[in-house]
Each structure stands twice: as structure tokens, then as C-alpha cells.
């Protein structure tokens, strides 16, 4: 089965191509979408680059591949520069003679299979590459999609902190909490705006990470710097079934290669079987008797022997090599389906996670943070009341961020082992 670039694309672009409610970028640019990102890593990512100059030295191999053997000159001399009548070049013979080997056995039909065969093994490689590129890629940006959300979340802790301070100020001037409360309300407060700066730094980090997919040092994509992407981070992606997860695999490149390096193992068998029958060289020329001074043709012909016997050891290392193929591809076969199903389980368990906690615990986390809110404004509960709250719905808002980000990597990991979107997965 062959695999498209255009289906490794499409594996790929469907990963993420959503709406996201954002935080601010560090500058006004329009925001970045995960097609935008995959183009840019396709067209200038250093890695995939190195392939075209790969490619190029597989076809000039194809092409000396290709190539008969060379016609050979001589020129002989006989009876020189002796003794007695053989005394200087009186008695000398002169032959000037062309030489060619014929190939038999299909030997150079079995070097061009072998050739060609090494370019697919190669485009395979390219095919897995670009997929681990493009796998690259979502990752990085979830990474950033995520680093969003974390900002927008410090921003929100730091207005969280900004309110306590002034209904603490507000206590404490009507005598209802000591100083010391408002002072810890301060201290709250910086250090919310110290979690924020930590936050941008984040982000900035992760921005420039995902440029460097596309080999830009940094956080550009044409020209412009990158700002927000999108991305709905909370839209989760459906597990699928594992059973349809597992058909997919025989897409997969990696296992594709061992398809690939099949063909190209029997290709070499061949090659080697071929080496049994002998070649033949064929030679022809003229020779001159300086004695008599007549001119005669020359003929040659000339079969290396026991090529049979001394070519069993490479047709024993060939099939061998053959055989280690299937082997080796039975081990990644049985490690592909492993891993796949410690994905998938991983990722049902996360989606759960995430959508127990946005369905369930933040939003109550949430009416409970309002609730101390009000009771704090009202005299009714403490200031560590209140702190503790606002904890909790930062940490569990922290959470659901953490928990959506991952089970997005999880499904760019089962996409990436099964070259195919999941299914019910929509855009």
C-alpha cells in the first residue's frame, strides 16, 4: 500500500483546525491556524529539506545502476628487449586488442530493481518524516493554544486578586479586618502578577518553539510575528474504537517501511542470485610480427570459474537479510498495537477527565467561588475563606487547561501511528 503526501496532510490538518477564544498576543497580527503552521513547516523545515539532496544521490545510484560495463583497450608487447633473436625490438609482436564483458543472469536488470527499490525504501522514510514533522507541529501548537489559555487564566487570577485587595482595603477601613488582612491581599496580588509575566514568558517560549518547526529562530511565520492561534482547546476529540484504530495501522509509515525494505531485500536476493552465472569477456584485435612484418586478428575469450560456488554466501547473507525483514516487522507490528492501545485508553481516560471537570466540577466550582464572594463582601465568611476558594477554581481552571491539551496530544499521537483523523472527530 502506497501512502500520499497528500493523506499524511490531511492526517495531520484535521488535528486541529478550530476556533479558540484566545488571549491577547504580544502584537496586533492575525491569528495563526494550524494549515497556515503545516505549510510552513512543509515548505522550510530544515529536516525534510536534507531529502531532496537524498533523493538526488538515489537517482545518479540508480543511474550507475543503469550502467553496462566499459569496453577496454590494450596494448601488448611480446619478444622485447631479450637476447639472442628476441634482441631489441626485431622479434617484437605488437597486439592492440578491445575488450567487453557480457553481462548474464539478468545481472544488471537485478542492479536497476535494486536501485529503485532503494528509492522507495526512501520515499517511505520522506513519508514518515513528514509525518513526524507534522506531528511536530500540533503538538507545538497545542503547546502555544495552551499557553493562551494559561495567560488568559493569570490575567483572570490577577483580577481575582485585584477585587480581594479592594474589599479587603474596604474591611479593614470600616474596622471589620485588621491590617495585616490587607496586606496579605497585596501579597496575594503580586504574586499573581509574577505567575502572569511567567505565563508570557511561557507562551513566548512556546510561540518559538512552533516557529522553529519551519526553521525560523524566531516566533514569524511570512514575515509576522505570531500571535494568538486557532484553536478551541475545549472542543475534545472522540476516542473512536480501538478496533477501527488497529486497521488503520498498516497505513502507518513505519510500517510501511518494512513493505518497502521487502522489496528491496528481494531485489538484492536477486542480485545475488544472479552473481551464479558467470559473465563472459570478449575480445578482438590486431596484432603486428615486426620479425616478418605481417599483421594478424586476434581473438579472445575468457569465463571466470567457480562463480556458482562463489556466490552462495552472498545469496545465503541476501536471504537471510530477507528473512530478518519479516521478523523485524512482526516486532513492530506487535510494539504499533501496544502502543495504539495505551494511547487510546490514555485518551479515553483524559477526555473523561476533561469533560467531568467542564461539565461538572469547574462550573460548581465556580458558583461556589461566588457564592464565598458574596458572603465575604457580607461579613460572613473569612478572608481565608475566600482565598481558599479562589485556589480551587484557579487550580481545577489550571487543570481543565492541562487535561484539554493533553488528550489533543494524545489524538495528534494515535493520528500520527495511524495516518488517519479519528473518527467523529469534527472540525
Known amino acids: 500500500m502506497r501512502l500520499y503526501p497528500a493523506r499524511a496532510l490531511r492526517a495531520c490538518s484535521m488535528l486541529l483546525l478550530f476556533t479558540m477564544f484566545s488571549a491577547q498576543a504580544a502584537e496586533p497580527t492575525q491569528a495563526l491556524t494550524l494549515r497556515q503552521a503545516i505549510d510552513a513547516a512543509l515548505a522550510g523545515n530544515p529536516e525534510l529539506q536534507t531529502f531532496s539532496f537524498a533523493f538526488k544521490a538515489q537517482d545518479a545510484r540508480s543511474q550507475q545502476a543503469g550502467l553496462r560495463p566499459a569496453p577496454e583497450v590494450s596494448l601488448g608487447a611480446e619478444n ?10 626485431d622479434a617484437a609482436e605488437y597486439t592492440f586488442a578491445l575488450s567487453q564483458v557480457i553481462e548474464l543472469g539478468g545481472k544488471r536488470d537485478a542492479r536497476l530493481g535494486a536501485a529503485q527499490a532503494g528509492r522507495g525504501s526512501l ?4 513519508q514518515a518524516r513528514q509525518l513526524d514533522v507534522l506531528a511536530e507541529v500540533t503538538r507545538r501548537f497545542i503547546a502555544v493554544a495552551a499557553g493562551q489559555e494559561q495567560l488568559r487564566l493569570a490575567r483572570s487570577a490577577v483580577e481575582l486578586a485585584q477585587k480581594t485587595v479592594e474589599g479587603s482595603e474596604m474591611r479593614v477601613k470600616a474596622a471589620k479586618s485588621p491590617h495585616a488582612e490587607f496586606d496579605r491581599a497585596r501579597i ?17 517560549s512556546a510561540r518559538k518553539q512552533l516557529s522553529a518547526t519551519w526553521g525560523d529562530s524566531q516566533p514569524m511565520i511570512a514575515g509576522r510575528v505570531i500571535g494568538d492561534v486557532q484553536a478551541n482547546l475545549f472542543t475534545l476529540p472522540d476516542p473512536g474504537e480501538f478496533s477501527t484504530l488497529v486497521a488503520r495501522l498498516s497505513s502507518n509509515p513505519d510500517l510501511l517501511r518494512f513493505a518497502s525494505e521487502a522489496r528491496l531485500r528481494d531485489a538484492e536476493l536477486r ?5 551464479r552465472r558467470p559473465d563472459v569477456t570478449f575480445g578482438a584485435g590486431i596484432r603486428r610480427l615486426e620479425a616478418t612484418k605481417d599483421e594478424a586478428f586476434v581473438a579472445s575469450l575468457s569465463v571466470p570459474l567457480f562463480s556458482g560456488r562463489r556466490a552462495e554466501s552472498f545469496v545465503a547473507e541476501a536471504k ?6 519479516d521478523a523485524e516487522r512482526r516486532v513492530a507490528q506487535v510494539k504499533a498495537e501496544a502502543t495504539l492501545y495505551e494511547l487510546h485508553r490514555q485518551l479515553v481516560r483524559t477526555v473523561a477527565e476533561a469533560e467531568t471537570l467542564s461539565r461538572d466540577i469547574v462550573p460548581r466550582t465556580e458558583e461556589a467561588l461566588k457564592e464565598t464572594e458574596y458572603a465575604y463582601q457580607r461579613g460572613r465568611y473569612s478572608y481565608l475563606e475566600l482565598v481558599d476558594a479562589q485556589r ?9 487547561i492541562e487535561t484539554a491539551a493533553d488528550a489533543h496530544v494524545l489524538r495528534a499521537e494515535i493520528e500520527r501511528l495511524t495516518n488517519a483523523p479519528l473518527i467523529g472527530t469534527n472540525p
Open 80 to 89: 622485447i628487449f631479450g637476447s639472442g633473436e628476441t634482441k631489441g625490438t
Open 188 to 204: 496575594a496580588l503580586d504574586r499573581t502578577r509574577l505567575d502572569e509575566r511567567r505565563a508570557v514568558a511561557e507562551l513566548d
Open 320 to 325: 537471510a537479510n530477507r528473512e530478518l525483514v
Open 392 to 400: 480551587e477554581f484557579l487550580a481545577l481552571q489550571g487543570t481543565l
Open 271 to 275: 542480485l545475488a542470485v544472479s552473481q
Open 123 to 126: 520515499d517511505i522514510e520522506r
